[in-house]
DNA sequence: AAGCTAATTGAAATGGGTTATCAATTTCAA
DNA sequence: TTGAAATTGATAACCCATTTCAATTAGCTT
């Protein structure tokens, strides 16, 4: 009996409602993705060739993009690759990241996250994530 | 004589500073680039082949690359591409993103921005620029 | 349970954006 | 002006992601 049941119905309800279907290498995949916050392809790749060495990258590339179309990932575009989010997890943070000496600081904070979903709702959009960085100098590399 | 005098004096100066050099190319980019709040490499390229046809698009990459370690440009990546922001242009935006139709609606928030100042200055930190983007759905892809 | 049809898969080819290579050219300090 | 070092343009190479296609599989229908 697998752990995630909720997210399992979901997909299952998104494959319903497009005659898609319901495959071991979907069932597989979901498992491995859902174990994490982000992962990307190539590194759900490795894990899950071990597992099933038949197993295709396209597979994977397909099957995380339909994650996105059911609601469960969100693809966000990080340097060259793409990371596939889990949404299902909650506990999302911030980075505050010091360009000269490269230190990073994670921070979370509600008012800038209520202002956030203000600007969404003005604007008819409904946030499922978001992405907030903001780039300096720490208290060392200030002179 | 350029618009752009104090972009060029920062330029000049990360170039001093690293052994490179002011050349016809460098500047003639710089100054396209600075006209626009944002562009991708393959705008910019096409924008200048009218100028000089024997322009490379590899020099439009490494040049954008080079103000983004001046301090000039600021990359994102957006979608399958990159967009090189100008950094200097005043009245910064952020992006609120449909991960279904790909709709970006641009925005400022003061409110928003000072609360990441506060955060900011209560970890010592002090902020040149920031980088803010809300993905979820835009009113018509909410059904 | 078997048959049928459409969806899915894996492997490999293809695609688009960006970076690396390299000989020729240009910058700039001496 | 000269020479060493950086830069350029053209193109090849690269990387990640998607498309193609014949073989397989899911899951309804009988």
Redesign the pocket.
Known sequence: MSKHQKEMALLKEH?GKH????????ELILDAFLKQEHI???ELYHQLSRK?P??????I???L?LFCEAGLAQARHFG???QYDNVSHKGHHDHLICTECGKIVEFENCDIERLQEEVAARNGFVIKTHRLELYGLCSRCQH
């Open positions: 494959l005659q898609l279907k319901y495959t071991r290498q979907r990307t392809a190539e099933d038949h197993l295709g990258l396209a597979t590339y397909r099957t993009n060259t690759q793409t």
